[in-house]
């Protein structure tokens, strides 16, 4: 891990929708640095925190946390498809998608393809297959899913290809040389600052971590495990995660009208369309460029 911090995005509104100002009890599913924690639990003194990260590495940042807030704050290094196990129900949970920038800016997780570092990428590194086995195993079918729709990688077909022939070489071994590869497969684009290499990193970053499958799985516990006039609020910064967000929040808000007879739980969409950062935001922190914020309240009817 690096000394460098990970500046959380859309402070004001975090707080805001999840209403942490009156709140009590809080689920922060994606600790990374803290930051969000951080500003939950200074909120107000009466607020208590529980975090989860897959990360193994943080947990040196979450004693920090508990030094400074004691008590009120508690760390598990879970998955967040698992929160159900702490056994608790909340006011508000949160979900800040993606890698952080302590991950990013790690020299030896192989998330950037600046450092020569084994090309691994799990967010929790005691288990799963890393992003080197999975380009040496995968199916065409797999790689295709991966850098064709969860990276969004024009040239997808080339990458493929170039993947296939590198195969037992050092190239897949680590994370600069993959990209040199990438670089040079893939057209340079005018007008693009992005290094060739981000979208298929990000799209076998999302395969190898199974991030959609998770995220579909953990938002559906969440809302289980929210109380009454509870807030879920998640903020993503991929197509495909805002689509499962999108979707879920309909449909639970959906039951609404449904709700006089069945009496299930249902929700009311606070987010008609998502929130975006202000420009100001944008422009002091470009990794929140592409972060979409949906929340929802919880409504148990009576149960
Ligand atoms: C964008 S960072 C969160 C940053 C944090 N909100 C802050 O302000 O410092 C996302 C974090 O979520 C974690 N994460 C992603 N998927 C996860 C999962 N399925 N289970 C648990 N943690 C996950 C990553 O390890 C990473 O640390």
Not at 143 to 151: E, S
Not at 199 to 210: C, H, V
């Amino acid at each position: 891990m690096t000394n460098l911090e990970h500046t959380p995005v859309m402070e004001t509104e975090v707080i805001e929708f999840l209403s942490a100002n009156k709140g009590t009890n809080f689920l922060d599913c994606t600790f990374g640095g803290g930051g969000h924690s951080k500003l939950i639990l200074s909120a107000t003194e009466s607020n208590n925190l529980w975090a989860v990260d897959q990360d193994p590495d943080l947990y040196t940042r979450a004693v920090e946390l508990n030094k400074e807030y004691g008590d009120r704050f508690h760390f598990s290094q879970i998955n967040f498809q698992n929160i159900d196990s702490l056994g608790m129900t909340f006011d508000g949970i949160l979900f800040d998608l993606g890698i952080s920038s302590f991950q990013i800016d790690s020299q030896t997780r192989g998330f950037s393809f600046r450092f020569h570092s084994k090309l691994d990428m799990r967010m929790d590194n005691s288990q799963g297959i890393t992003a080197h086995e999975f380009l040496e195993k995968a199916s065409k079918e797999e790689l295709t899913q991966a850098v064709r729709d969860y990276g969004e990688e024009r040239f997808w077909k080339r990458v493929v290809s170039a993947i296939a022939k590198q195969r037992g070489t050092d190239v897949l071994l680590y994370a600069d040389s993959f990209a040199d590869m990438l670089k040079k497969t893939i057209p340079h684009l005018p007008y693009t600052r992005i290094h060739p290499a981000t979208k298929t990193f990000q799209g076998i970053r999302i395969a190898i971590n199974d991030e959609l499958n998770s995220l579909k799985m953990a938002i559906e516990k969440a809302f289980d495990l929210l109380n009454d006039h509870g807030r879920l609020v998640v903020i993503s910064f991929h197509s495909l995660e805002d689509r499962i967000v999108k979707n879920f929040f309909k449909k639970i808000s959906d039951q609404i009208l449904a709700n006089n007879d069945n009496r299930d739980p249902g929700a009311k969409l606070l987010t008609k369309k998502p929130m975006v950062p202000s420009e100001k935001e944008q422009k002091n922190n470009p990794r929140s460029r592409s972060a979409k914020l949906r929340a929802i309240e919880k409504f148990n009817y009576g149960k």
